[in-house]
């Protein structure tokens, strides 16, 4: 996560993950990226909903994550939902495949943002939340927006 009064730029939430996962630590890495993928991230061209992380021989790879090719590379251009490699200290790396070996969690991605010139992702340790969980969600939400409305009509 950023410190405080660090300055970053959100370019993409996942809000489908914390509807579907109930997510109980995140993470910050580093995405080995190209340069053409630089660019159309930075164009908001990406998409999260269904991406995951996994192990792959002692690495951590972003799976499934569709980055839109860049429109004005016309050859060079890299392929829109090849696995990428998530860069993260090998410490907290043999901490989260413990986790998610043992315990049965799943990475997901929960937002691409830049901090400092850099494309950042934060990956959350899940689990998945049943129907009942999902329906608890829905009318927690309902029940806060009801409440703001109430609020600003009384004021």
Known sequence: MPAEGEHIKIIVQNKKARFDFAIEESYEAGISLLGTEVKSIRNGKINLSDSYADFRNGELFLINCNIS??????????????????????????????????????????KVYLKRGYIKIEIGLAKGKKAFDKRETIKKRDQERDIKAHIKGRY
Do not use: A, C, D, W
């Open 69 to 110: 090719q860049y429109p004005f590379s016309h050859h060079e251009n890299h392929e829109p939902l090849r696995n990428r490699k998530l860069l993260m200290k090998k410490k907290e790396m043999k901490r989260l495949s413990g986790k998610v070996i043992e315990r049965g969690f799943t990475l997901v991605p929960l």
